[in-house]
Nanobody
Framework: QVQFVESGGGLVQPGGSLRLSCAAS????????ISWSRQVPGKEREMVIT????????TYLGAVRGRFTISRDNANNMVYLQMNDLKPEDTAVYYC?????????WGPGTQVTVSS
C-alpha cells in the first residue's frame, strides 16, 4: 500500500525557516521522483518542487526559487523540504507524493502558517 506521511509543519514568523519531512512506504522509493505541492483552501493545488531518482531537482514555483530546497534519503525512504525566508504567502497545506500509475498519490499534508 502506497503511503506518504508529511510532518514538520507549524506556525513560523515571516523570515523564519521550517523543514518538512515526508516518510514514504509501499513502493520502490529509490526509483521514483518525489514532489512537494501545496494548497490553500479554495485554490488549486500548486506543484512546488520535485526531486528525481537521480537527485535532479526542479522548482516549479518562481516565488520559492532560492528559498526552498528538496533532498532525499533513499536508505530511509524520506524526502525533505527545507524552507527558508518564509513569507505569509507560503501559508498552505504542504503535501508530498509521486505518480504511480494510474494516478498521482499524495499524503494527508502538513499545515504551514507564516504569520507574525
Amino acid at each position: 500500500q502506497v503511503q506518504f506521511v508529511e510532518s514538520g509543519g507549524g506556525l513560523v514568523q515571516p523570515g523564519g525557516s521550517l523543514r518538512l519531512s515526508c516518510a514514504a512506504s509501499g513502493f520502490a522509493f529509490s526509483n521514483y521522483a518525489i514532489s512537494w505541492s501545496r494548497q490553500v483552501p479554495g485554490k488549486e493545488r500548486e506543484m512546488v518542487i520535485t526531486i528525481t531518482s537521480r537527485d535532479t531537482t526542479t522548482t516549479y514555483l518562481g516565488a520559492v526559487r532560492g528559498r526552498f530546497t528538496i533532498s532525499r534519503d533513499n536508505a530511509n525512504n524520506m524526502v525533505y523540504l527545507q524552507m527558508n525566508d518564509l513569507k505569509p504567502e507560503d501559508t498552505a497545506v504542504y503535501y508530498c507524493g509521486t505518480y504511480i500509475a494510474p494516478q498521482r498519490r499524495w499524503g494527508p499534508g502538513t499545515q504551514v502558517t507564516v504569520s507574525s
